[in-house]
């Protein structure tokens, strides 16, 4: 009986609840997709694409080009120099029997004129006027005693007279060298001209050689290149043009007069005493200008550049167009259509910016630079 009752409630039930299951499946439907469009609106939003088309973009840099023209080309050495005068000299002591003396007397200061003869400095050698008058006594006694060795003569041993010449002749040749470095012990002016420098001080230890003053005559002014190397001069000719910077007057044109005298380290005036060298006109490159600015004295610095090459009508390109791979060297030339090509060429002579073509390129053509 009981189970009739289940079976018959559940057909009862079943036939009844249909309906309400579908309106429960519907509105599940209903809620889940409700759900699903409240999910989606609570996400972020997509970032927005960005426009890319106001964006510049780099452009290669483009490289710079050159037109191949014709100039006067110039090649040039250049060194610095001074102004020094055609006849000046170094003073100095001569004498080895002289170093180590001590300055007595400076005469002269720098801008004093001298005459030839004039003295310049002293040496204190009172040591040496003393043993001077010693040996002059000792000579004395000496001159008697060889009045009676010429008396007897005769009656001496050959040998032995001339011993006691030798050795009266040999107290006559010190006497004489001494009074020699004594006279050397004034140091004089050898020239008329003007003190342009003072190398020492009263009370100073003297050596042969250590310069002493410049004395030079004014009035024969001359330009000289001092530090032309080597290679540089050698390519330098007497009558080259050249071109005199003068820093405080401007540029003067002149033309070289002579070469430097080839390089000696003696002590003959010539090197060097105690360090410093001794100048000479001679040492240096010397230039003709036919008239110096009146504001320039000895010793205004200056440049000297000297032509050591020039054509006219020269080709010339920049150097920073030209291009080398082992022995080729060659250029890049730009055509009309835009294009670009390699080119072989012979280089003549170079300036510090451009460079002389000999064969492969005509004016009007453009270069391609680096």
Known sequence: MSMKWWTACSSKDDGKERPHRRRAAGLLAVLALAVAATGCGLLPDEPAEEDLSTIQLPQISKKPEYEVTTKTLETKVQASGKIMSMQE????????????????????????????????????????????????????????????????????????FEKKKIAFEQQRQDIADLQQDIADAVLTAPFDGTIVSVSVQEGASVKAYDPIAIVADTSRLVVVGT????????????????????????TVKGKVKALPSPQTDDNNGNGQGNGQKIERIDDYLVVDVPKLPASVTRGTPLTVSVVVNR?????????????????????????????????????????????EVLQGLTPGQKVVGR
Not at 115 to 142: C, H, T, Y
Not at 143 to 156: G, I, N, P, S, V
Not at 227 to 249: R, Y
């Open 89 to 160: 000299k170094t003073l100095y002591f001569t004498s080895k029997n002289l170093d180590g003396k001590y300055l007595k007397k400076l005469y002269i200061h720098v801008g004093d004129s001298v005459k030839a003869g004039q003295p310049i400095a002293e040496l204190d050698v009172e040591d040496m006027k003393k043993s001077l008058r010693d040996q002059q006594l000792a000579f004395s006694e000496a001159e008697t005693a060889m009045k009676e060795t010429l008396r007897q003569r005769d009656e001496m041993d050959p040998i032995e």
């Open 227 to 250: 530090s032309f190397s080597k290679d540089d001069l050698a390519k330098v000719a007497v009558g080259m043009e050249a071109d005199v910077d003068i820093n405080s007057a401007g």
């Open 311 to 355: 054509k006219e009508n020269a080709v010339v390109i920049p150097l920073s167009a030209l291009r080398t791979i082992g022995a080729r060297t060659y250029v890049q030339v730009a055509e009309a259509d835009g294009s670009k090509r390699e080119v072989d060429i012979e280089v003549g002579q170079q300036t510090a910016t451009e460079a």
